[in-house]
């Protein structure tokens, strides 16, 4: 996620300082913005070298006018990582997180600048999807929202306002859909292929709600579902034990190289 969204804003015209404290995943991210933009390019996309050069790996979080932070979906790992941002970067720079269901509002808790701290949550793959879901903290500012609203544009998306409730929209209609696929294979209605196959041709998905799940990541899937049932309360959002012993078995998906299916 984070580096595709350094692709879209890199690709926008604007510059770019990409930052992950892992070893190599800075590199890794420059290869997927190399390679997503080759295959753009083939079909009459801008030179990859020219985005390429407007973005800049740093060894720690730099001055900008904007942040977006895509790391893990944890709670206090986020706010500790805005705590930081709200120090390093200017008192005029907006905050903004891809969280898909962490609360905005405890994030711009976090920091001294809470009416300029926002959810900016893009779609995988950020290239290619157009949605921008923008949250506003209870905190938010006019001004920033309307700051992010532009700039969603900007880089060619379309911006959605939701308010900042567990799993906002997109995740509250999209995680109990994972669930019940899950559900359904635990339970033998169907194989795997076979859900994913009524859900591509019978409700015209580009993907199975299964194979979703393993891009986005079984584990992200989990959390996002414990933000959703800790902060609804309502049972129906408890994460599937089939996607729970993927997790404790490391089968993350993609990521890992087998979750539903093997890659």
Not at 77 to 91: H, I, M, N, S
Not at 136 to 161: F, H, M, N, Y
Not at 188 to 196: L, Q
């Amino acid at each position: 996620m984070g580096s595709g969204i350094a692709q879209v804003v890199a690709a926008s015209g604007r510059r770019v300082s990409l930052h992950d404290p892992f070893p190599g995943a800075v590199d890794r991210g420059v290869d997927a913005m190399r390679t997503s933009l080759e295959r753009l390019a083939a079909k009459g996309g801008a030179d990859p070298a020219e985005t390429l050069a407007r973005v800049q790996p740093v060894d720690d979080l730099v001055a900008a006018d904007l942040l977006i932070e895509a790391i893990i979906e944890h709670a206090a790992a986020k706010e500790e990582l805005f705590r930081r941002a709200d120090a390093a970067l200017p008192a005029e720079a907006i905050l903004a997180s891809n969280t898909s269901s962490i609360p905005i509002t405890s994030l711009a808790a976090a920091t001294r600048r809470p009416e300029r701290v926002i959810g900016m949550h893009f779609f995988n793959p950020v290239p290619v999807l157009r949605l921008v879901e923008v949250i506003r903290a209870v905190q938010t500012s006019d001004e920033t929202a309307e700051a992010i609203v532009w700039l969603a544009r900007e880089l060619g998306k379309e911006p959605a306002e939701a308010r900042d409730f567990p799993g906002f929209v997109s995740n509250r209609i999209l995680m109990p859909f994972i669930n019940e696929a899950a559900y359904a294979l635990l339970e033998g209605v169907a194989e795997a292929e076979a859900i994913d196959t009524i859900a591509r041709l019978g409700f015209a998905h580009p993907l199975g709600p299964l194979a979703l799940a393993d891009l986005i990541g079984l584990d992200t899937c989990v959390a996002i579902m414990e933000v959703l049932h800790r902060g609804l309360g309502d049972p129906k959002y408890a994460p599937c034990p089939l996607l729970r012993r993927y997790v404790q078995a490391g089968r993350l998906g993609r990521k890992s190289g087998e979750g539903f299916y093997r890659y």
